[in-house]
């Protein structure tokens, strides 16, 4: 399960990256959905993939 | 564990050309369109217990709460008062308005619709004006019988951050915005021939979520807020009235009202206790009863809290996902997780799943009822506890009470 930290992590990089750019409300969105996804065990095909190259990035470590 | 499938909900998309999207609800969550209800109770309650505004039956703790907020929430809320003021007085008067166009007569409900939507309501659905919900004190202000029931989207990220000044920013600002685009939305109306009264989200003439779940715009959720099916509660809520002809929407059974049953997330996460897990009869309706007095107190103090708003997973994740887990899993997305349970409590730090902040029972001690209720209820303890006071104490008690009958009941809101 992602902790605190690596949340905080990983949209602390999403928001130095993308606010203020057009595509942050739905990559942000897709994080959230994609963190939720992973904790549960569930494929991320379906997620935005610059959201999941961040999961992928921030994930705790197996 | 894979749950079977008792109906799909199709719904437009989020946002104004958007493709649609679809809801799958599994037949352990389907229970009626809308909410269970007994009309008969509903009518009873309306008619022998009719309800006022909070703005009037709780004027004492909404005067008080201006007494506990940070120094940065003051400023805020008095900008966002100087904003929001002519936009109210312009929905008071706005049904009193003459059309400009000239009516044709036929159903202008998808015109309607497809406005709102391209102005940006993120929901917009019809139904009767049901008086039996109507406060006291606005009655006789109400004009038309056609509701149009209006739902502005929050900033999504802003509203993660909750409770926080930014998310309060978000708060307000869409109150302004859509006080501003009813303007617009009821200008239209007009434009087409006919009447359009606009109930401010900030002079509220009723409770407005029961007509939005006759609307088919979502259910209620434990959490006491309408659960749309794209924002769950992260919306702002606004209603017109018209005499235009529209046709009316169905209630819908998103599963919602069964889901906050099993979720429960909102429940076991309100830092004052004040979501109760069961759902009882209250007025003719089933629902979760939130406990006023434990709420109050902690969103006053605490920026606003809404932490029922930020881990509702439909919130947080839309429906069509938290759905579509649920059918795959049977398992409620996100439930136990930092991501969704966890958040930060100003100077009280992280509380993750399974963490509450405490509170002692002082805390929860505030103003109660009308203003003058609370002068009494004063009063009384100062004779109890302090003898006769001296008759300039008195004198001046019986003017602060003359000066709020003056004053007169408003049904004016600060929110």
């Known amino acids: 399960m992602f902790e605190k930290t690596q949340i905080e992590a990983l949209f602390g990089e999403l928001d130095r990256e993308w606010r203020g750019k057009p595509d942050f409300e739905q990559i942000s969105r897709a994080a959230h959905l994609g963190i939720a996804y992973w904790d549960a065990g569930r494929p991320l095909d379906k997620i935005d993939p610059r959201a999941v190259a961040l999961i992928e990035k921030h994930k705790p470590k197996e | 564990m894979t749950k079977t499938v008792n109906h799909v909900v199709t719904r437009p998309g989020r946002k104004h050309g958007d493709a649609d ?63 929001n003021e002519p936009l109210v007085d312009a929905a008071a008067v706005s ?106 989200p900030n002079d509220n003439s009723a409770p407005y979520i029961p007509m939005f779940v006759a609307a088919g715009l979502g259910q209620l959720g434990a959490n006491g807020q309408l659960l749309s099916p794209h924002f769950g509660s992260r919306a702002r809520l606004a209603i017109i009235t018209t005499d235009a002809p529209v046709t ?10 069964q889901f906050c049953q099993v979720c429960q997330v909102c429940v076991n996460r309100c830092p004052g206790r004040a979501l109760v897990p069961d ?33 509702c997973p439909i919130q947080r994740f839309g429906a069509p996902a938290v759905m579509e887990h649920y059918v795959t899993t049977g398992e409620v997305l996100g439930k136990g997780t930092h991501l969704l349970e966890g958040y930060t409590f100003l100077e009280r730090g992280y509380f993750g ?38 008759e300039e104490e008195i004198v001046g008690f019986a003017k602060q009470v003359r000066n709020i009958l003056v004053k007169g009941n408003s049904t004016l809101g600060d929110e």
């Open chain 2, 353 to 390: 799943p399974g963490e509450l902040p405490q509170f002692d029972r002082q805390f929860f001690e505030i103003p109660h009822g009308r203003n003058e209720e609370w002068l009494f209820q004063q009063f009384k303890e100062k004779l109890m506890n302090e003898g006769l006071p001296p």
């Open chain 2, 248 to 257: 009316y929407d169905e209630p819908v059974d998103y599963g919602l009202h």
């Open chain 2, 21 to 83: 999207v679809q809801i799958p609800v599994a037949q352990d969550l389907s229970t009626v369109p809308g909410i269970r209800q007994r009309d008969a109770d509903v009518s009873f309650y309306s008619r022998v217990y009719p309800q006022e505004t909070q703005n009037i039956e709780k004027a004492a703790d909404r005067q008080w709460v201006w007494s506990v907020y940070s120094e940065e929430t003051l400023i805020h809320r008095k900008r966002h008062d100087e904003i």
């Open chain 2, 95 to 200: 049904g009193d308005l003459e059309p400009t166009g000239t009516p044709t007569g036929e159903d202008i409900t998808e015109a309607i619709r497809l406005k709102a939507r391209e102005l940006g309501f993120g929901e917009a659905g019809f139904t009767k004006f049901d008086r039996r919900y109507t406060y006291t004190g606005k009655k006789r202000w109400v004009k038309y019988e056609h509701a149009i029931c209006l739902a502005l989207e929050q900033d999504y990220v802003q509203t993660q951050s909750l409770p926080s000044m930014d998310a309060e920013f978000a708060h307000f600002g869409t109150y302004e915005i859509e006080g501003a685009l009813t303007l617009d939305l009821a200008d239209y109306i007009r434009s087409l021939g006919y009447h359009a009264q606009i109930h401010s």
């Open chain 2, 279 to 311: 759902k009882v009869w209250w007025r003719g309706v089933e629902k979760n009863k939130l406990i006023y007095e434990r709420c109050r107190p902690v969103m006053a103090r605490y920026d606003g809290c809404a932490v029922c708003m930020k881990v």
